[in-house]
Structure formats: structure tokens, C-alpha cells
């Protein structure tokens, strides 16, 4: 594995894409620390460093965490993150599945290219909507549920006007479409997928953060027992355990036997030979704990807009928070739910058996046409149950680890041992490391496994682009570098 990153530089083609999406990567985090104009980031930097010396935190924080990486909290430019393009995709790939007329053009010449437009504006419908609520919050800090305390430490906007709201909105916009944009360049001229790398960096930024509240709270806290010393260390094989168990059940499938008839073509005989067909037990992915993270949120999200701190608003929100029974419960139900919704969506075992029994394939002892369909149907439901008790024990892994470690609910350590980070973080690093085997298989350099090759799609993570050119790359780094520079001074006059 460590010759098969060495080999990695001496692809120049692959070179130059990593090099391009690290580029890109240093982009989005700096676009994430620009302030929105007419907001003090006095007020903010201040607020952070209060909050920075408590130990816990708030599950919305944590979801807010994963898809603006700290945008909302630093009132930054990219403060919506990618979520609304996310929520966008998210629509249309279901309306595909669910109108014909959608499924029709998905399948036609140029169609998939109209629906990426179609979730484009969408997209910006998302975005104005987020960022009006974004913009009303920010004018009146007290009722931000992920900023909570803020207006002690001064008034955050200087001039709330109509012009100030205006602008506030098309900026946050403007910043969504950015990144929008930053994962399409990434997915075509860089490595991996674009969006997917942009929410893992995210994730990856509350690391450092999460390694200083483990370090306080196991060792230099002011209650430190030697209980929690030796806590420390089962964490560590925890984290470990549960890394090598996520990754096994994200790769683990079932595979269908198909055989294929022979068939005789003037002098070359065609088929006859034994293919499989691939099922993966986890077939929904992350979708269902996003699904089901982002409907609880949501509850908690309008009655702060609308009741404010109200009695009877703030003990729906305390049921509804994470630590809460009701939210593991309903949490629970979700995840069944979404995980059998989207597979029913997705998987068409029709459409499946008719491609085989178009193409002379048939499964060993199940007659081709609808016996295969019923076949594969109930296959993939014994398979998505099995997927979806995985989901929910990723989903409550993190409160069960808070809970033995004495952790606070919500606290920033817990989203590294389970939930939506943890499927995210797995997920992206498998298909960046397929991408990269891909390109050495291809320039007969050894992959990352002695034997075979990691297990997953290969054909949806070939990119539609050319690589960057280098002398682009020179350029863009100059930039960066030269930002970075400008930015190290100014922190250090500023000091």
C-alpha cells in the first residue's frame, strides 16, 4: 500500500489531479473563514473562544458541522455550505425515479444533462429560501440555535437594513453556487467526487477541535480519573473496531449467479460463461441517516424561528434533541423507513431481469421475466433489512460511546465513532482510493492490494474532464500561497 501512494507522483496525470482538488480543497476552507459583509467578526472570534473552552456541544451543531464545515457558525461566505445543492440532487434523483416523464428523460440523449440543470435551479430556489432565514437569524442573534450566547459579546450586525439583507442573501447564494461549481471542477478535472470531498473536508475540519476536547477531557480535565485515562485507550481500539466493521459492511454484497446462453456468431461462440450480479447490503448508503437526521433537525430548526423560547417549544426541542429517547426512536423508524423507500426507488429488479433476458442471461434454477424479478425483489429486501439494522446501529453507536465515556450529548468527539461523518469519511476515502487504483492499474503500477482489486463500481468514477493543465496549477497555487501570505500578515499586525 505505501509503494502504491509513492506510485501516485510518478503518474503526471494523476498527479496533476490531486494536486488540483488539494487546491481546490484550500479554497473552500478559506471561503469558509471570509466574514459576511457587515458583520463584526470581533464579535464572533470572541464568541468562539467562550465556547471553545466547553466540552459538548448540539446535535444540529454537529449535522451543521458536516455540511457548512463552521460556515454557519463564522458567518462566512459558503455559511449555507453545499447542503442546498445536496437537498437539490436529493429531490430530483427521487422525482426520477417516481415521474415516468423524468424516468424517460434520464434515458434519453442529452437528458441527463437537462436534469442537472433542473437540480442547478433548484438549487438556487433552496439556497434564496435558506439564506433569507440565515440572513433573519444573523439580524437577530438571540434567536440562533447554533450560535447560542452571542449577543453577549456585542451586536453582531451593524446595520441590519433592507440593503444589508439584500446583499447578505445574494452572497450566501453566490457562495452555495461557488462550491457548487468547486465540485464540479473537482469531479471532472480533479480525483473522486466533488460534492462528497467537499462535506469530508468539512467533517475532517472539526477533527482538530474534536482531539482537543478528547485530550482535555480524558487527561488534562480537572476531574481526570485514572478511569478515564484507561477510557482514553478503549476508545482508540473502538474507533479502530468500528472503522474496519463500517468498511466491511459498505463493501459486503451478495452475488447473484447469472449464466449466459451460448450463441454462436459465424465462427465465434458468444457466452456460455458465469457472471454475477453484484446486491449490496448497505444499498441506500448514507441517505437514510440523512434523511431521518435532517427531518428530526427540522422540528427544532422552525420552532426557534416561530415559537422562539416558548415553554412548551423548548421541551419539544429538549425530546427532540440528540440524547433524547424520542430521537433514537423516531430515528429508528426513519432509517427503516428511507432505507426500504430508496431501494423501492431505485433498485428496479424489472428492468434488471428484462436487460438479462434481453441479453441470453438467466440466475440457475429461477426462470427468466418476472420470477427473476421476484427473485432479485426479495433478495434485496432480506438484504435491506440487514443494511438497515446497520444504519440504526451506526446511528445510536455515537450516544451509546457518549454515554460509557461520560461524555456531553452532542460533543464533537462522538460523531467520529458513528453516524452520518462516519459513512461519509468511509465512503469518499473507498472511492478516492478506487480512482487512484484505477489510474496505476492503468499505467501497469501494482494498486493498493497485492491481490485483486478494491471491491466497488469502477465505471462511475472515470472523470467526463481533462486533467488541469500545470501550468494552471502553478498559477492557482501561486494565488493561494500568495492569500495565505497576505492573510499570515495581517494576523500577525493584528496581534
Known amino acids: 500500500m505505501i509503494s502504491a501512494f509513492a506510485n501516485t507522483w510518478k503518474v503526471p496525470e494523476l498527479r496533476d489531479r490531486i494536486l488540483f482538488t488539494l487546491a481546490l480543497i484550500v479554497i473552500v476552507r478559506l471561503g469558509v473563514h471570509i466574514t459576511l459583509p457587515g458583520v463584526d ?77 433542473y437540480t442547478r435551479y433548484i438549487t438556487i430556489a433552496i439556497a434564496l429560501v435558506q439564506g433569507y432565514f440565515v440572513t433573519k437569524t444573523l439580524a437577530n442573534p438571540e434567536t440562533m440555535f447554533y450560535m447560542q450566547g452571542i449577543e453577549k459579546y456585542g451586536q453582531l450586525v451593524y446595520d441590519p437594513s433592507a440593503v444589508w ?66 477510557m482514553m485507550v478503549v476508545l482508540i481500539l473502538l474507533l479502530v473496531l468500528v472503522i474496519a466493521g463500517t468498511i466491511a459492511i459498505t463493501q459486503a454484497q451478495r452475488r447473484i449467479a447469472v449464466q449466459y446462453a451460448k450463441r454462436v456468431v459465424g465462427r465465434k461462440q458468444f457466452g456460455g460463461q458465469t457472471q454475477y450480479l453484484p446486491l449490496k447490503v448497505n444499498y441506500a448508503g ?89 427473485f ?28 460509557a465515556a461520560e461524555l456531553p450529548p452532542g460533543s464533537m468527539v462522538t460523531q467520529f465513532f458513528g453516524g452520518t461523518s462516519l459513512l461519509i469519511l468511509v465512503g469518499v476515502v473507498l472511492d478516492i482510493m478506487r480512482q487512484v487504483e484505477t489510474h496505476l492499474l492503468q499505467r501497469h503500477y501494482d494498486g493498493f492490494l497485492r491481490k485483486g482489486k478494491l471491491k466497488g463500481r469502477y465505471d462511475r468514477l472515470a472523470q467526463t474532464g481533462n486533467a488541469a493543465s500545470s501550468t494552471a496549477l502553478v498559477y492557482l497555487w501561486a494565488v493561494i500561497g500568495l492569500i495565505v501570505v497576505v492573510a499570515a500578515a495581517a494576523w500577525i499586525a493584528a496581534k
Do not use: C
Not at 451543521?64 to 457558525?73: E, K, P, R
Open 376 to 403: 432479485l425483489d426479495f433478495t434485496m429486501t432480506r438484504l435491506t433489512f440487514a443494511g438497515a439494522i446497520f444504519l440504526t446501529l451506526i446511528f445510536i453507536l455515537p450516544a451509546v460511546v457518549g454515554k
Open 165 to 230: 439583507q439584500v446583499l447578505t442573501v445574494i452572497t450566501l447564494v453566490s457562495g452555495t453556487l461557488l462550491l457548487m461549481w468547486i465540485g464540479d471542477q473537482m469531479t471532472e478535472r480533479g480525483i473522486g467526487n466533488g460534492t462528497s470531498i467537499i462535506i469530508t473536508v468539512n467533517i475532517i475540519a472539526a477533527l482538530p477541535g474534536a482531539l482537543v476536547q478528547t485530550w482535555k477531557h480524558f487527561v488534562t480535565g480537572a476531574d481526570v480519573t485514572p478511569f478515564r485515562s484507561i
Open 41 to 117: 467578526a470581533s464579535v464572533i472570534e470572541r464568541w468562539m473562544e467562550e465556547s471553545s473552552k466547553e466540552d459538548g456541544g448540539n446535535a444540529l451543531g454537529a449535522m451543521l458541522q458536516i455540511f457548512a464545515g463552521g460556515g454557519l457558525q463564522q458567518a462566512g461566505i459558503f455559511a449555507l455550505g453545499i447542503m442546498p445543492y445536496i437537498s437539490a440532487s436529493i429531490m430530483v434523483q427521487l422525482m426520477t425515479a417516481v415521474v415516468p416523464k423524468l424516468s424517460r428523460l434520464s434515458r434519453e440523449d442529452g437528458g441527463r444533462a437537462k436534469i442537472t440543470q
Open 286 to 374: 448514507v441517505m437514510p441517516i440523512i434523511f431521518a437526521t435532517a427531518i428530526l433537525s427540522l422540528p427544532a430548526m422552525m420552532l426557534t424561528w416561530v415559537a422562539g423560547n416558548a415553554p412548551w417549544a423548548i421541551r419539544i426541542q429538549t425530546e427532540l434533541a440528540m440524547g433524547g429517547t424520542w430521537y433514537y426512536i423516531l430515528g429508528g423508524i426513519f432509517i427503516f423507513f428511507f432505507s426500504y423507500f430508496w431501494v423501492a426507488t431505485m433498485f428496479q429488479p424489472s428492468q434488471i431481469s428484462e436487460d438479462l433476458k434481453r441479453n441470453g442471461g438467466y440466475i440457475p434454477g429461477v426462470r427468466p421475466g418476472k420470477p427473476t424479478a421476484e
